[in-house]
């Protein structure tokens, strides 16, 4: 499995850097003002010990070291964050022409116009519905499976609705249900396998286009040669 630093992570991360360095210069300022604050009102007939004004510079050159470091670590996140994004992306043209398997819903349409969808079931499932709908979200086909084993499992589509009628190519999603030998709920996830036909890339992140639908870098499971069990 291959994972990407998620711009809310990045985000955060920033935030806390940002507030951890305004806190040191503020506090580095102020107590630079209270010092000479106190040099000009001290009592000419008393003034401070040598000692006490020493001490006072020694907290001052902790409060400006301690911004000095905020500020490096704000430098070193930033630079790490663009080495790992830098990273992600040049991974990502590298895929292009291999497999891909990642999470996601859509019928995939290759090349070829043949249409599969694959699904993992986490245990048997003595029946399994998918409904095949269109880009406005209405089911358009449903297809009835039996006696699957726990897995992943990717179903070949002829592309025709449920009155035989050839549908166009394009985009289609599906959802799955299925149930065990004692009635209850089998949990499913939805796949996409297919090849990685290109690489787009938005606000800095890659994403693949596998048969031509759009998986995020993230959500990427795997990238190589994968046999796609056909049931």
Do not use: C
């Amino acid at each position: 499995m291959i994972d990407q630093v998620s711009p809310s992570s990045e985000s955060q991360v920033q935030s806390s850097t940002d507030s951890l360095v305004s806190q040191a210069i503020m506090a580095k300022d102020d107590f630079l003002k209270l010092m000479i604050a106190q040099m000009k009102n001290q009592d000419p007939l008393s003034p401070m010990e040598s000692y006490e004004f020493a001490s006072q510079l020694a907290q001052f050159t902790s409060v400006e070291q301690l911004a000095n470091i905020n500020t490096n670590l704000e430098r070193s996140v930033n630079l790490n964050l663009l080495l790992t994004q830098a990273i992600n992306n040049t991974l990502s043209v590298a895929t292009i022409g291999k497999q891909a398997k990642g999470y996601g819903n859509y019928v995939l349409i290759n090349k070829d116009g043949d249409a599969h969808l694959s699904f993992k079931l986490n245990n048997f499932a003595k029946e399994v519905t998918i409904s095949i709908k269109d880009q406005a979200g209405a089911e358009i086909r449903t297809l009835r499976l039996a006696n699957l084993s726990s897995g992943e499992h990717t179903i070949a589509w002829d592309l025709r609705n449920q009155a035989g009628e050839t549908m166009p190519k394009g985009n289609y999603e599906f959802e799955i249900k299925a149930v065990g030998a004692d009635d209850t709920e089998v949990t499913t996830h939805a796949m996409m396998i297919g090849d990685v036909t290109g690489v787009r890339y938005e606000n800095g992140q890659a994403i693949l286009l596998v048969d031509n639908q759009e998986v995020s870098f993230g959500n990427v499971l795997e990238i190589g040669t994968i046999n796609k069990a056909e049931d």
